[in-house]
């Protein structure tokens, strides 16, 4: 069976940082592309980052140059370190086992809510 656990959300000013963590079971963390997608109040499913197989990253613009994505295998967790929050980034982030291509229909956990916020 197919789990994703988010954590790591919470309350951030704006510049500060935060490390969102999911762990994942049921599938074979290390040959599955990995992604994380945020949902702002209001607005649709949004891709932020990805990870392949082979540990090639892509990031939305948006975030480009302030996150990173970022997998331990031995411990089956995929990471997003978010640096330089901005309001724009309060959203609940979901990780999803797919790509930028899928994860509209990938499986995915139940959340974490990030809220930035002076």
């Known amino acids: 069976q197919v789990r994703l656990v988010e954590s790591g959300g919470g309350l951030v000013h704006p510049g500060g940082s935060l490390r969102l963590s999911c762990a994942v079971s049921?599938?074979?963390?290390?040959?599955?592309?990995m992604t994380w997608v945020r949902q702002a109040p209001g607005k649709g499913l949004e891709w932020v980052s990805t990870i392949n197989s082979g540990g090639t990253t892509s990031y939305a613009d948006s975030v480009k140059a302030r996150f990173t994505i970022s997998g331990n295998n031995a411990k089956n967790t995929v990471y997003l370190q978010m640096n330089s929050l901005r309001p724009e980034d309060t959203a609940v982030y979901y990780c999803a086992r797919g790509n930028q291509f899928n994860y509209h229909s990938a499986p995915r956990g139940q959340g974490t809510q990030v809220t930035v916020s002076s």
């Open positions: 049921g599938f074979t963390f290390s040959f599955s592309s």
